[in-house]
T-cell receptor, first 112, second 116 residues
Framework: DQQVKQNSPSLSVQEGRISILNCDYT??????FLWYKKYPAEGPTFLIS?????DKNEDGRFTVFLNKSAKHLSLHIVPSQPGDSAVYFC???????????FGTGTRLQVFP | EAGVTQFPSHSVIEKGQTVTLRCDPI?????LYWYRRVMGKEIKFLLH????????ESGMPNNRFLAERTGGTYSTLKVQPAELEDSGVYFC??????????????FGPGTRLTVL
Protein backbone atom coordinates (compact mmCIF):
# COMPACT_ATOMS: atom_id res chain seq x y z
CA ASP A 1 0.00 0.00 0.00
CA GLN A 2 1.91 2.98 -1.30
CA GLN A 3 1.22 6.16 0.63
CA VAL A 4 3.28 8.39 -1.65
CA LYS A 5 2.84 8.00 -5.39
CA GLN A 6 4.74 9.38 -8.32
CA ASN A 7 2.75 8.20 -11.30
CA SER A 8 5.12 9.42 -13.98
CA PRO A 9 8.24 7.25 -14.13
CA SER A 10 9.93 9.60 -16.54
CA LEU A 11 9.78 13.11 -17.96
CA SER A 12 11.68 14.70 -20.81
CA VAL A 13 11.99 18.49 -21.06
CA GLN A 14 13.90 20.85 -23.27
CA GLU A 15 16.56 23.05 -21.70
CA GLY A 16 15.18 26.40 -20.64
CA ARG A 17 11.62 25.16 -20.31
CA ILE A 18 9.72 24.36 -17.14
CA SER A 19 9.82 20.90 -15.59
CA ILE A 20 6.83 19.90 -13.48
CA LEU A 21 7.08 16.78 -11.36
CA ASN A 22 4.00 15.53 -9.56
CA CYS A 23 3.37 13.58 -6.39
CA ASP A 24 0.21 12.35 -4.68
CA TYR A 25 -0.21 11.07 -1.16
CA THR A 26 -2.93 9.25 0.73
CA UNK A 27 -2.07 9.69 4.41
CA UNK A 28 -3.74 12.78 5.87
CA UNK A 29 -1.33 12.62 8.84
CA UNK A 30 1.58 13.73 6.67
CA UNK A 31 2.59 17.25 7.61
CA UNK A 32 5.98 17.70 5.98
CA PHE A 33 6.96 17.06 2.40
CA LEU A 34 10.32 16.95 0.68
CA TRP A 35 11.90 16.51 -2.71
CA TYR A 36 15.19 14.72 -3.12
CA LYS A 37 17.31 14.49 -6.24
CA LYS A 38 19.38 11.44 -7.03
CA TYR A 39 22.19 10.98 -9.51
CA PRO A 40 23.37 7.47 -10.50
CA ALA A 41 25.59 5.76 -7.92
CA GLU A 42 24.95 8.52 -5.39
CA GLY A 43 22.60 8.86 -2.48
CA PRO A 44 19.53 11.12 -2.57
CA THR A 45 20.30 14.80 -2.06
CA PHE A 46 17.82 17.09 -0.33
CA LEU A 47 16.39 19.69 -2.67
CA ILE A 48 13.47 21.53 -1.13
CA SER A 49 10.73 20.99 1.44
CA UNK A 50 7.37 22.37 2.48
CA UNK A 51 5.38 22.26 5.69
CA UNK A 52 1.66 21.50 5.59
CA UNK A 53 0.89 25.00 6.88
CA UNK A 54 2.15 26.47 3.62
CA ASP A 55 1.06 26.03 0.03
CA LYS A 56 4.22 27.20 -1.69
CA ASN A 57 7.94 27.29 -1.04
CA GLU A 58 10.49 28.69 -3.41
CA ASP A 59 14.27 28.33 -3.59
CA GLY A 60 15.91 29.75 -6.66
CA ARG A 61 14.81 27.81 -9.72
CA PHE A 62 12.86 25.31 -7.59
CA THR A 63 9.34 25.81 -6.30
CA VAL A 64 7.21 23.28 -4.47
CA PHE A 65 3.42 23.64 -4.39
CA LEU A 66 1.19 21.83 -1.92
CA ASN A 67 -2.54 21.27 -2.39
CA LYS A 68 -3.71 19.67 0.83
CA SER A 69 -7.32 19.21 -0.22
CA ALA A 70 -6.19 17.24 -3.25
CA LYS A 71 -3.33 15.56 -1.36
CA HIS A 72 -1.05 16.62 -4.17
CA LEU A 73 2.29 18.34 -4.44
CA SER A 74 4.40 19.34 -7.36
CA LEU A 75 7.94 20.49 -7.99
CA HIS A 76 8.53 23.15 -10.61
CA ILE A 77 11.99 23.71 -12.04
CA VAL A 78 12.39 26.77 -14.19
CA PRO A 79 14.39 27.20 -16.26
CA SER A 80 15.41 23.56 -16.59
CA GLN A 81 19.10 22.84 -17.14
CA PRO A 82 20.88 19.70 -18.39
CA GLY A 83 22.45 19.29 -14.92
CA ASP A 84 18.95 18.82 -13.53
CA SER A 85 18.75 15.45 -15.24
CA ALA A 86 18.36 12.99 -12.38
CA VAL A 87 15.75 10.92 -10.55
CA TYR A 88 13.51 13.00 -8.31
CA PHE A 89 11.91 11.47 -5.25
CA CYS A 90 8.97 12.90 -3.39
CA UNK A 91 8.90 12.09 0.34
CA UNK A 92 6.64 12.78 3.28
CA UNK A 93 6.70 12.47 7.04
CA UNK A 94 4.03 12.60 9.71
CA UNK A 95 3.96 14.62 12.90
CA UNK A 96 6.21 13.24 15.65
CA UNK A 97 8.05 10.85 13.39
CA UNK A 98 11.27 11.26 11.45
CA UNK A 99 10.49 8.35 9.14
CA UNK A 100 10.42 9.43 5.50
CA UNK A 101 7.97 7.74 3.16
CA PHE A 102 9.21 7.93 -0.42
CA GLY A 103 7.60 7.67 -3.81
CA THR A 104 9.08 5.53 -6.58
CA GLY A 105 10.78 8.46 -8.27
CA THR A 106 10.52 10.27 -11.61
CA ARG A 107 13.46 10.29 -13.97
CA LEU A 108 13.88 13.76 -15.46
CA GLN A 109 15.87 14.24 -18.61
CA VAL A 110 16.66 17.76 -19.75
CA PHE A 111 17.88 17.87 -23.33
CA PRO A 112 19.57 20.76 -25.15
CA GLU B 1 32.92 18.49 6.52
CA ALA B 2 32.66 14.84 5.51
CA GLY B 3 29.27 13.54 4.51
CA VAL B 4 27.65 10.24 5.36
CA THR B 5 29.91 7.38 4.30
CA GLN B 6 29.00 3.77 3.71
CA PHE B 7 31.08 0.65 3.29
CA PRO B 8 31.27 -1.38 1.16
CA SER B 9 29.92 0.29 -1.96
CA HIS B 10 29.08 -3.08 -3.45
CA SER B 11 28.68 -6.57 -2.02
CA VAL B 12 27.91 -9.77 -3.87
CA ILE B 13 27.17 -12.79 -1.72
CA GLU B 14 25.46 -16.14 -2.04
CA LYS B 15 22.15 -16.99 -0.50
CA GLY B 16 22.63 -18.13 3.06
CA GLN B 17 25.76 -16.09 3.68
CA THR B 18 26.12 -13.20 6.08
CA VAL B 19 26.84 -9.62 5.16
CA THR B 20 27.53 -6.61 7.34
CA LEU B 21 27.06 -3.08 6.06
CA ARG B 22 28.58 -0.10 7.80
CA CYS B 23 27.51 3.52 7.98
CA ASP B 24 29.41 6.48 9.38
CA PRO B 25 27.09 9.45 9.89
CA ILE B 26 28.05 13.09 9.72
CA UNK B 27 30.00 13.96 12.84
CA UNK B 28 27.74 15.24 15.61
CA UNK B 29 24.52 13.87 14.13
CA UNK B 30 22.48 12.07 16.76
CA UNK B 31 19.98 10.60 14.32
CA LEU B 32 20.91 7.75 12.04
CA TYR B 33 18.53 6.03 9.61
CA TRP B 34 18.67 2.99 7.39
CA TYR B 35 16.62 2.78 4.19
CA ARG B 36 16.52 0.27 1.36
CA ARG B 37 15.60 0.52 -2.29
CA VAL B 38 14.72 -2.66 -4.10
CA MET B 39 15.16 -2.49 -7.87
CA GLY B 40 13.09 0.34 -9.35
CA LYS B 41 10.81 0.66 -6.34
CA GLU B 42 10.48 3.27 -3.64
CA ILE B 43 13.10 3.92 -0.98
CA LYS B 44 11.78 2.20 2.15
CA PHE B 45 12.50 3.09 5.74
CA LEU B 46 14.08 0.35 7.84
CA LEU B 47 14.93 1.92 11.19
CA HIS B 48 15.97 5.00 13.12
CA UNK B 49 18.58 5.38 15.86
CA UNK B 50 18.81 8.28 18.25
CA UNK B 51 22.36 8.05 19.47
CA UNK B 52 22.73 4.37 20.40
CA UNK B 53 19.02 3.69 20.98
CA UNK B 54 16.56 2.32 18.44
CA UNK B 55 13.82 4.93 18.16
CA UNK B 56 11.80 3.22 15.45
CA GLU B 57 12.45 -0.16 13.89
CA SER B 58 9.05 -0.61 12.30
CA GLY B 59 10.52 -1.03 8.81
CA MET B 60 12.84 -3.95 9.56
CA PRO B 61 11.63 -6.78 7.32
CA ASN B 62 12.32 -9.72 9.65
CA ASN B 63 14.66 -11.05 12.29
CA ARG B 64 17.37 -11.84 9.74
CA PHE B 65 18.23 -8.14 9.92
CA LEU B 66 20.15 -6.78 12.91
CA ALA B 67 21.17 -3.16 13.28
CA GLU B 68 23.49 -1.79 15.92
CA ARG B 69 24.95 1.55 16.80
CA THR B 70 27.38 0.99 19.60
CA GLY B 71 28.49 4.18 21.31
CA GLY B 72 26.17 6.25 19.20
CA THR B 73 28.68 6.74 16.41
CA TYR B 74 28.80 4.44 13.39
CA SER B 75 26.16 1.82 12.71
CA THR B 76 26.19 -1.66 11.23
CA LEU B 77 23.40 -3.55 9.53
CA LYS B 78 23.87 -7.29 9.43
CA VAL B 79 21.84 -9.64 7.25
CA GLN B 80 22.06 -13.25 8.35
CA PRO B 81 21.32 -15.44 6.49
CA ALA B 82 20.84 -13.44 3.30
CA GLU B 83 18.00 -14.31 0.93
CA LEU B 84 17.51 -13.40 -2.74
CA GLU B 85 14.86 -10.79 -1.91
CA ASP B 86 17.36 -8.87 0.25
CA SER B 87 19.09 -7.61 -2.89
CA GLY B 88 18.90 -3.86 -3.30
CA VAL B 89 20.62 -0.63 -2.39
CA TYR B 90 20.89 0.10 1.31
CA PHE B 91 21.09 3.77 2.19
CA CYS B 92 22.11 5.31 5.44
CA UNK B 93 21.15 8.85 6.40
CA UNK B 94 21.81 11.10 9.36
CA UNK B 95 20.33 14.27 10.80
CA UNK B 96 21.35 16.58 13.55
CA UNK B 97 18.76 16.98 16.26
CA UNK B 98 16.14 14.68 17.76
CA UNK B 99 12.46 15.50 17.79
CA UNK B 100 12.29 17.59 14.68
CA UNK B 101 10.73 15.97 11.68
CA UNK B 102 11.94 18.92 9.66
CA UNK B 103 15.63 18.22 10.29
CA UNK B 104 17.15 17.45 6.93
CA UNK B 105 18.28 13.88 6.46
CA UNK B 106 21.57 13.61 4.60
CA PHE B 107 22.07 10.40 2.70
CA GLY B 108 25.14 8.35 2.03
CA PRO B 109 25.95 6.89 -1.40
CA GLY B 110 24.47 3.52 -0.52
CA THR B 111 25.67 -0.07 -0.52
CA ARG B 112 24.49 -2.17 -3.43
CA LEU B 113 23.84 -5.69 -2.16
CA THR B 114 23.40 -8.56 -4.59
CA VAL B 115 22.39 -11.94 -3.26
CA LEU B 116 22.89 -14.80 -5.74
Amino acid sequence: DQQVKQNSPSLSVQEGRISILNCDYTNSMFDYFLWYKKYPAEGPTFLISISSIKDKNEDGRFTVFLNKSAKHLSLHIVPSQPGDSAVYFCAASALNTDKLIFGTGTRLQVFP
Amino acid sequence: EAGVTQFPSHSVIEKGQTVTLRCDPISGHDNLYWYRRVMGKEIKFLLHFVKESKQDESGMPNNRFLAERTGGTYSTLKVQPAELEDSGVYFCASSQAWGGSTDTQYFGPGTRLTVL
